[in-house]
Every structure is written in C-alpha cells, then in structure tokens.
C-alpha cells in the first residue's frame, strides 16, 4: 500500500518531530491535539525546528516553506478521514492510547494502518481496541526525532506482512533505518537502556558518585554525546518512571524496578527539562 496522507495524534514532544520528518519527506500531514492551545505550541515547536535546520545550513529556505505547507493542524479527529497512515504519540498511558485507537479507527478509511509510538506499552492491547488488529503496529521514533535516524518496527501477533513491510517502506522512506522488536515491555533499546539508567540512580542514591560525576564518566569512558541523568531529563522523568513500572510489573525483574528517588522527583514535579528542574538544573 502506497502512503500518501499521514495523521499524527498529539503535537508534542515527539508528535511534532514526527509531523516534521514526514513533511520533510514530502508526506501531507495532519496533526492533532486536544486543544489550539497545545496545537499552537506544538506547530511552534515545528515552525522553530525548521529554522534550525535552515540556519545550519541542513535545510533550504524553499524547502522549510515547502514543509510548513504540508502540515495541517486540527483538533477534530474527523481530519483523518482519508488518512492512510496515523501515527499515535500521545502520553505513555494504556487507557488513554485505546481511547485513541478506538476514536482514530471509527474515522480512518478501511485501508488505513494505525501505529503507535510507544516506547513500553503493548501494541497488541492498543490493537484490540480497535475493529482492524491486522492493520495495527509498532512504529517507535527517537528522540529529537529529526536528528535520530532510527525506528523500531514492532508487530504483534495479529499484525499482518502487508502491514509490517508498509511500515517498513514508510520508515526508509523517511531516511530512517528499521530495526524489528517483538512487543514486549520496552522493545529492545528500552530493554537494553533501562537498567543502565535505573542503575544510575541507584549509585546516587548509595552515594557513589554525584549526577555530574556519573553522567561525565560515561560520557568520556564510552564516548556517548550524553550521560545517563540528562538522557533521563531529556526524555522527562514521568515518562522514565511510567515505563520502569512497566516494565517491571512484566518482568518482574529488580533490573527494571523504578529507585525510590526517581518516584520522589515525579512525585514533587522535578520531570526534567520540561519542568526546568530534573537531575539537573535548568531554570
């Protein structure tokens, strides 16, 4: 199936550097959010990636118009009427993707896949919410997504080839390269990162080592572009601890099990970046 129309559901973080990749690739856009007030925040988010691109010499100034002008934003989730791929990246919470699946699969047309960009969530449960399971897949984009140049692909059991091998196309397409995950709690580079970074916390919580002094050892003994602190506050310290709990409740295993110290900081608002107070201080 050839993908000529993408919908993206949520405009944040990751949703807008989806919405902007996609453009970029010459893709039609519509994005959605609950409010305008979100909508004009994350179009912002988009209009100022564009021109960092072009002040880096990565994007051409036509090419930044041509962009913008692919990209519709909306907060009616009938726009994706004629969809042919939609794209979910809302926050990383269970009832709240089904609520989405189920609304985005009564508007898409039939031919339509439905992906999501969970990073730890089931697709499989995300699937049964809706009338089309074959039709459903893992597409998970890194953060800053522009800049990222990788996407998990994750197919359950009910997802069909054809719509494994679309994802796929879609993905290269984009200037992404693929990896294939099983859908299990974290995918792979989750599975694989995690219990780094919970390990982190633990080793400052024993008092090892400060937040400075663990995040600049692994920054020059593996020679990585971050430490394990500002990845975790660059990615928000709410969303680190709800996929901890996930995977950990699966697993069952301490390597995944959240540090009291990461709850304490969700629990007093200290999320990181966004927040401009995490590990570090950004205010």
């Known amino acids: 199936m050839e993908i000529k129309k993408v919908g993206?559901?949520?405009c944040g973080l990751m949703g807008s550097g989806i919405a902007e990749v996609c453009a970029r690739s010459g893709y039609s856009v519509v994005v959605l959010e609950v409010n305008q007030q979100f909508l004009d925040k994350g179009?912002?988010?988009?209009?100022?990636?564009?021109?960092?691109?072009?002040?880096?010499?990565?994007l051409a100034e036509q090419d930044r118009a041509a962009a913008l002008g692919r990209i519709q934003g909306t907060i009616k989730v009938e726009d994706f009427k004629d969809c042919d791929l939609v794209i979910e990246a809302v926050i990383e919470n269970m009832d709240e993707k089904k609520r989405v699946f189920a609304s985005v699969d009564k508007v898409c047309p039939k031919h339509a896949i439905l992906a999501s960009n969970t990073s730890c969530l089931s697709i499989l449960q995300m699937a049964m919410a809706t009338q089309r399971p074959t039709q459903v897949i893992g597409m998970h984009f890194f953060q800053p997504v522009p800049v990222m140049n990788m996407v998990e692909i994750v197919k359950t059991i009910t997802c069909s080839e054809e719509t494994v091998n679309t994802a796929r196309d879609f993905s290269l397409s984009l200037g992404k390269k693929v990896i294939f995950a099983k859908d299990t709690p974290g995918f792979l580079v989750n599975?694989?990162?995690?219990?780094?970074?919970m390990n982190a916390i633990r080793i400052l919580e024993e008092g090892w080592a400060t937040v400075d002094e663990i995040d600049q050892a692994w920054i020059l003994g593996t020679n990585s572009p971050m430490g394990p602190f500002t990845l975790m506050d660059f990615a928000g310290l709410d969303t680190i601890y709800a996929m901890a709990c996930a995977m950990y409740d699966e697993f069952k295993d301490r390597l995944y099990a959240p540090p009291p110290l990461l709850k304490a900081m969700v629990t007093a608002g200290y999320l990181g970046r966004k927040s401009g107070k995490g590990f570090h201080d950004y205010k």
Do not use: T
């Open 43 to 58: 179009m912002a988010a988009i209009r100022s990636s564009l021109d960092k691109a072009v002040n880096k010499g990565k």
């Open 8 to 10: 993206v559901v949520g």
């Open 191 to 197: 599975r694989l990162g995690f219990p780094f970074m």
